[in-house]
């Protein structure tokens, strides 16, 4: 199934949808891809100083040739730029610079700048047209997709956002080859993620080609990142706004994953290394209550391990843990929501999960 | 025409679609109008130091008697509110409060109030219900109708927002009672202005009841907001997004107001002054250019003077004021747009005015 060719997946969103390109070495035809997309007067190009050097930089030199007028704006690296300051000094910016209802904003990062950028891209002059050059495998395969844009608050993650969708997505898997060992194999986590929710057959060839995945093949990496793209814009087309309950199945392992890391102060664990141990807790839990048997854990257990993730729960208090959860945006009406799987392949929403399973779940995980 | 009995316009805008119910007396049933267009658990009040004693806090009484679960959020008055910094800091106290997905945003005040609360609903946990209780003439005629929220840059009005329609739109024209005499006059240039671009009947209806609407007449004042509901909510029917040019006939006399306004500091002129004296100045420019004759104008003057509207251009320079124009938001490809009249009734989009008529249309306003 891999190949090396360029593959689009369609975002089919009625006015809204968008084309996400995956190949390698396509960076260079960026112009071509947003002036087919978008008019093409004036471009906001955002990036963060880890990425400018290596992506940001030969990209903003690619358009000043092909004679765009361009301003580029670097933010920190790291969380804390995804915030209320952060986003109001884009916006004086972007006006100093004479941007209008005619510009285009680009984003060039991970999700900390994809986020940001898109959601500077929605508020500006009341929305401008907004493209993606994601460069963390987790961007490519998560926040890429689906319109999310956002900053955080002082005590809450992706608290203030809006909807809204690219013009089009440009994956060159190329910038992989730079990226960190450790945030490669956090990317991976979510990729794990489509299997078990959407699709078994993804899992298997997963299961089979770990080793051309752990050395970054490009024709494995294209399959995996189209694949996963699929099966996230499947779920974004059913339920574009969170309304239906059907974006829900995305949140596989993320209430536990998202109380690790707030228990460990966002520090010591990345995000897809929290959604790792986040879904064998999941899936613990759904064999308490007799919804799957032992191997669907185990299968994701060893998947998990073979692509070098943690699998281990952090030693942080149960009940410290328990206490995030209940506080985790997922809470509706005093019911804590867990996405538990029926076998690899397929999740269901399980609203009433006892408290005392859920503590079992978190005890039992290990190696 | 005229009755006292509730009205209802409805603004069709597929699943986005609203109501504006305009009435006197009707606040005291705001739950039941909230309640069936929204689930109503959690209810933020946003309003602001001049509203908040005479028209915030009996409502906040009102859903308090009840049970409804409210937090009341209190802004300066005034225009300097409608930024960045206060933008945060309700976000930040929404998070304190508990405030999440469920929560419903309701709008208390005049536009700056309308347009900032809108704006922290349209963004907050990417988008919250939203209703308005606008309590300015200018409000209820203009900015409750469209779905435009935002807040301003520190040297661009409204560079910042969304389009976020409200779910539901109350006006209680008894809250125009307390409406200071300048303020109710400067709403009525928005009111004046709908008849010339688009309803000469009801421009008709103006001239022939200005002394009921100078005293505030319940029934006239529910005639003329329907009226100016209906014609705006058609413009917005067409064009939600500005996207056509439909929407720019509402402009009508915004070039030159906004140069006013600029030009005086925004210290000196309301911004129905501002349009009152820049409607003129289009119609002459219209009268030079041999689209109208010299009546369209003395019937707009007369009417204008008639409700109390200041008619000479302020005593600013010229090539200020002309500079101005030039750089507001509505120059496209370095082309200055007019919206001028061809008659009372009916605007067009000019594209290529000269700067010599402009300067002259400024030069001969007055009364």
Chains 1, 2 share one sequence.
Request: aromatic content about 6%; some cysteine.
């Amino acid at each position: 199934m891999p190949s090396s060719t360029t593959r689009t997946v369609r975002v089919e969103l009625a006015d809204r949808s968008y084309d996400i390109e995956i190949g390698h070495g396509t960076l260079p035809g960026l112009v071509d891809f947003i002036a087919s997309r978008s008019k093409l007067s004036h471009i906001v190009l955002i990036t963060d100083t880890n990425v400018d050097p290596i992506v940001g930089e030969p990209v903003a030199e690619r358009l000043t040739e092909e004679g765009i007028e361009l301003e580029v704006m670097v933010v920190d690296a790291g969380e804390s730029s995804k915030c209320a300051d952060v986003a109001a000094d884009l916006w004086e910016s972007m006006l100093d610079e004479g941007s209008d209802r005619q510009s285009v904003v680009v984003a060039v990062g991970g999700g900390v700048v994809g986020d940001l950028a898109g959601f500077v891209a929605a508020t500006f002059a009341r929305g401008l047209p907004f493209f993606q050059i994601p460069t963390s495998l987790l961007a490519q395969v998560d926040s890429s997709v689906g319109g999310k844009v956002g900053i955080n608050l002082s005590s809450a993650k992706n608290m203030v956002g809006a909807f809204w969708q690219p013009r089009g997505v440009m994956i060159d898997v190329d910038v992989l080859k730079t990226l960190p060992e450790r945030e490669f194999r956090a990317g991976m986590a979510e990729v794990v993620k489509y299997g078990v929710i959407m699709d078994a057959e993804f899992f298997e060839y997963l299961e089979l080609h770990v080793a051309e995945i752990n050395r970054r093949d490009p024709a494995a990496l294209m399959y995996l990142i189209e694949r996963s793209c699929q099966l996230k814009a499947q779920v974004v087309q059913d339920d574009e706004r969170e309304e239906t309950g059907r974006r829900a199945i995305l949140n596989y392992g993320h209430t536990f994953a998202h109380a690790f890391e707030a228990a460990s102060g966002y520090e010591n664990l990345l995000h897809g290394e929290a959604v790792a141990i986040g879904m064998l807790c999941a899936s613990r839990l759904a064999e308490r209550r007799g919804m799957v048997n032992q191997s669907v854990t185990s299968r994701q257990l060893e998947l998990l391990t073979a692509l070098g993730l943690p699998t281990t729960v952090p030693d942080l208090p149960h009940d410290e843990v328990q206490k995030l959860m209940w506080h985790d945006k997922k809470v509706q009406d005093g019911r804590l929501r867990f996405v538990l799987p029926t076998r690899i392949g397929e999740v269901v929403l399980v609203q009433d999960a006892r408290s005392e399973d859920v503590s079992r779940s978190l005890g039992e995980t290990g190696p």
